[in-house]
C-alpha cells in the first residue's frame, strides 16, 4: 500500500513528443544556474522554436547577478511546470548550456518568444534600463513526468 501511494506521487513519464508539446504550451519557467557551491533560480518567461529555448534578461544596470551566474555556469537546468492539484499536474526538466545570441540570430530569439513567451509586467516603464540581453538555451536533453495519462 505505501509503495502505491509514492508510486502516484512519482508519476508517469512523458514522451519526448509529449514534453516538448508542453514546452510549446508554457511561457515561463524557472532557468537553474550554479557557480562553485551557489546554487541560483530565475523564474523567466522562454520561448520554444523546437529546438532551443530563447529568453531576454533586462540589465538595470551595470551589473547583472543573472547575467554573471549565466556566464560561469556550465550546465544549466530548466523547469517547466503546472499544477492544478496533487493529483492533476505535469513538469518538463531541460537540461543543457546557455549562451548569448548573436545580433544576426535576434530574428529567432524574437519569433520564438512572441509564440509562446509570456511576459509578466514585474518592471516599471519609468525605470531606465541599460541592456537588453538575448539567451538562448541549447538543450541536451529534455525529460517529463506527468500525473497520469492524459486523454
Do not use: C
Request: aromatic letters at 12%.
Amino acid at each position: 500500500m505505501e509503495h502505491d501511494r509514492f508510486a502516484e506521487l512519482q508519476g508517469i513519464e512523458m514522451s519526448g513528443e509529449e514534453a516538448e508539446r508542453f514546452l510549446r504550451q508554457q511561457g515561463f519557467g524557472v532557468l537553474s544556474l550554479a557557480r562553485e557551491n551557489e546554487a541560483y533560480g530565475i523564474p523567466i518567461s522562454f520561448g520554444y522554436d523546437d529546438e532551443n529555448l530563447y529568453f531576454v534578461l533586462l540589465r538595470p544596470g551595470a551589473q547583472s547577478k543573472k547575467e554573471a551566474f549565466i556566464r560561469e555556469t556550465e550546465t544549466a537546468s530548466f523547469l517547466v511546470y503546472d499544477v492544478d492539484d496533487k493529483h492533476d499536474w505535469r513538469s518538463v526538466v531541460v537540461t543543457g548550456r546557455v549562451e548569448p545570441v548573436d545580433d544576426d540570430e535576434w530574428p529567432a530569439l524574437r519569433d520564438a518568444l512572441e509564440e509562446n513567451a509570456w511576459f509578466p509586467s514585474l518592471f516599471s516603464e519609468t525605470q531606465p534600463m541599460q541592456d537588453i540581453l538575448g539567451w538562448r538555451f541549447v538543450v541536451d536533453e529534455i525529460t517529463g513526468q506527468k500525473s497520469h495519462e492524459t486523454t
